[in-house]
């Protein structure tokens, strides 16, 4: 017997066809198709439907790989004029799908089994039959939000055109998220789910009344970006009782299933779209986070990326708000990447809102730039004057890439805005982050105040230092067994160990390892290197390195890995060479280890290589391509027996710990932090009458022509600036 779901109903499901004006003459046709797959859109089966309204249905794009769905079991649906009105389709047809092959019985269904459901609309003739979302999880994921067989609405997200990041698909005037809503036949699941009993669910009041209070979390980004909030939220949920909604990308869906677990409290996940990730991983991404011509073109780089930072999540948007608006939490908090969605949220709906900023120099102040230079001379030309400017120069920037086309792009912040009844921006010059500093909303910043270099004096009041914080306990894992083994041969040989550690960026496996056996090969110390390579673990070296590292492998000098606990690995190292995350810096300071930054250096990074070189713990920052050349001397600079780098580590690294006591996780005082400012929290506002600007024409409502001329009085000779024939743009 196969997996049996019941179609039920779809929901704001988009009536406009990408043919322009076909959908004012055709009334469409609403498919529903599901299929069990390896999780990346391949079907494990091309079984013919049985008793379904319809069979083979050929879904286009089936997967970034290309693969397309030649069989699937289908259900159709034809709404009445009310209904299609609405966007919505009533199916209410089950449809069975096994993992068989050409009639015979196939692997059993087992709960990791994936199973994905597309919807399709078809205009016939004018528009024939094309998806417009699907969403995917295991059976195992299906049985637990099913858990009362009442139904679960999935939000659809466009995951088949080309090598689309999963944006979730929004429709309607009001462009909120498109639901289907299915219902698991528990007979049909795999028998160590099906012995789980329905369970009634409990209403939202039944819910609200067992905790103190409803937060609700909204982060993108990469790992680093997500697990400083997941730990928070293991604090607030087990300290104070709180229930934690999380709202952010599925890729870290398994990793949140791992913490949420806990003695009081609750931590709930909801799908904000996309995958940061596979974007970083992109060719393209890559190829411009790794651009570096020259230094001046990197900072033009720099700026660009740190002027998208907001505008690449705004697709989250339709989910942030239809999360807030139906989970009605006590208090929104977002991350970096979400401030702007977050706070549309929360003005339009009239929630409290709060920042949890791990990237602190997004805040404008004289102490720093937005983006630091690429060299140490350049960094100490700097002055409080030329920060302030340039901190002036990116709002321009920034507030033109994030309004390109005004109110036609239906992608920009004034579209955001004004779809939500709010009023929009009067200029450049109420940024994000500046309205946050100057109406002293709470930007909780969970960094030791000392590591930091110390409060800004141009802060907000409520702009407050915490502590880092860190996942630490039992839900970490350990150290494997391999690891150990290769610390302790090196123990063995008086070897010292040198982490190579580049988290989510774009550092390619080949080049870590020849900088792992340049340093094996050329450094005064017997170097031993812990090379952590993330997803490239499995990827082949380059022919002209891989009997050298072979080599290294077998003789102990080198060991490579997708990855491990810092917390637990930093403590028994000699040195780390880092990305210049705030996670891994941290980290890293905290164990009284040196820390040298380099890699592709994009944000925030370049602060805390900087910071890292103030602290005398480690160099300036220096880029991936150059640091070949000095890698050698900076580790054996780390290593020697007199070091000053590890001197001053470890007095760091006492502080740190002597401040943090017994809350060495630094949870308990980022809970604390929260708790206090919840109590002051407002709902975020708007209004331009009370900010009295005209409209700054030479960035609003011009699109990339206002770029170029707000850009006309840069100076072309600033390495941190934009020259006006170097930055190009194509609106897409």
């Given amino acids: 017997m196969g997996l049996k ?9 988009s009536l406009r066809s990408y043919a322009g004006v076909t959908s004012k003459f055709v009334k469409p046709t609403f498919e529903v198709s599901v299929a069990l797959t390896d999780g990346r859109g391949i079907p494990l089966s091309d079984v013919e439907a049985s008793g379904c309204v319809a069979s083979i249905r050929h879904m286009s794009g089936g997967t970034s790989h290309g693969n397309s769905w030649t069989a699937t079991k289908s259900v159709k649906g034809s709404p009445n004029q009310q209904d ?24 059993p269904i087992t709960p990791d089994t994936c199973v994905e459901i597309a919807v399709r609309r078809d205009f016939g003739h004018l528009h024939p039959s094309h998806e417009i979302g699907r969403t995917r999880m295991t059976v195992r994921e299906l049985s637990e939000m099913d858990d009362d067989g009442g139904g679960l609405h999935l939000m659809l997200f466009d995951l088949a055109w080309f090598d689309n990041d999963g944006n979730v698909v929004a429709a309607g005037k009001d462009h909120l998220p498109t639901f289907v809503l299915v219902s698991v ?111 001046k073109q990197t900072n033009v780089m720099q700026k660009i990326f740190l002027a998208r930072s907001e505008i690449e999540f705004f697709p989250s948007e339709p989910a942030v708000f239809h999360w807030a608006k139906v989970m009605k939490p006590d208090l929104l908090m977002f991350g970096f990447t979400m401030a ?41 030309l700097l002055t409080a004057e030329t920060k302030e400017e340039k901190h002036d120069q990116f709002k321009k920037i920034k507030y033109a890439m994030e309004n390109v086309g005004g109110k036609t792009n239906k992608s920009s912040l004034e579209s955001l805005r004004e779809r939500r009844g709010l009023e929009l921006y009067s200029s450049y010059k109420k940024s994000t982050w500046q309205e946050l500093k100057d109406k002293n909303f709470p930007l909780i910043v969970p960094i030791n105040e000392t590591l930091f270099g110390g409060k800004p004096k141009d802060w907000s ?78 990827l082949p070296l380059h022919s002209s390195m891989e009997a050298e590292a072979n080599e290294a492998l077998e003789s102990n000098r080198l060991f490579i890995a997708s990855g491990a606990p810092f917390g637990r690995l930093f403590p028994l190292v000699d040195a780390v060479v880092l990305h210049g995350g705030l ?42 391509d150059d640091f070949p050349d000095n890698c050698v001397d900076v580790v054996d600079k780390a290593l020697e027996e007199d070091s000053v780098w590890r001197k001053n580590a470890k007095r760091r690294g006492f502080v740190m710990t002597k401040q943090a006591g017994d809350d060495l996780s630094g949870v308990r005082k980022n809970v604390e932090c929260v708790v206090r400012m919840s109590k002051t929290a407002k709902p975020y506002y708007y209004s331009r009458a009370d900010d009295n600007e005209e409209l700054d024409s030479s960035t609003s ?18 390495e941190d600036g934009f020259g006006r024939d170097e930055v190009h743009f194509q609106l897409m």
């Fill in 5 to 13: 779901l019941h179609i039920r109903s779809g929901y704001n499901l």
């Fill in 84 to 107: 299609l009105e609405r966007g919505v389709c009533h199916w209410d047809e089950v449809v069975e799908v096994d993992t068989g092959k050409h009639g015979s019985s196939g692997e």
């Fill in 185 to 295: 036949v528990r007979k049909s699941l795999p028998p160590e789910l099906r012995e789980i009993e329905a369970k009634p669910s409990d209403t939202d009041e039944t819910r609200r009344s067992k905790y103190a209070k409803r937060l609700m979390v909204v982060t993108r980004g990469t790992r680093g970006d997500i697990q400083p909030f997941i730990a928070l939220s293991r604090g607030l949920a087990e300290m104070e009782n709180w229930e934690i909604i999380i709202v952010t990308e599925t890729e870290y869906l398994s990793e949140l299933r791992t913490q949420k677990n806990v003695k009081a409290g609750a931590i709930r996940f909801r799908p904000s779209g996309g995958n940061t990730m596979k974007k970083v991983h992109s060719e393209v991404s890559q190829k411009a986070i790794n651009l570096k011509i020259s230094a």
């Fill in 340 to 380: 702007s969605v977050t706070l549309i949220a929360s003005e339009a709906l009239g929630i409290p809102v709060a920042g949890f900023v791990l990237q602190p120099t997004s805040i404008p102040s004289s102490q720093y730039p937005p983006v630091l230079p690429l060299t140490e001379e350049r960094f100490n």
């Fill in 461 to 538: 009041e409520n702009s407050v230092f915490t502590d880092c914080i860190f996942l630490r306990g039992a839900t970490v894992p350990s150290l494997a067994s391999d690891v150990m083994n290769f610390i302790d041969k090196c123990r063995a040989m008086d070897g010292k160990i040198v982490i190579l550690a580049f988290s989510s960026m774009p550092v390619s496996k080949s080049k870590i390892i020849s900088i792992a056996l340049k340093i094996i090969g050329e450094c005064q110390s017997k170097a031993c290197v812990f090379a952590l390579v993330g997803g490239q673990v499995d």
């Fill in 583 to 624: 996670g891994t810096t941290s980290e890293a300071i905290q164990a009284g280890v040196p820390a040298i930054v380099t890699g592709v250096l994009l944000l925030d990074q370049r602060f805390w290589g900087s910071r890292c070189h103030q602290l005398e713990v480690g160099p300036f920052g220096t880029h991936i």
């Fill in 701 to 718: 409502h011009h699109g990339i022509g206002s770029l170029g001329e707000s850009l006309s009085h840069f100076n072309d000779d600033d």
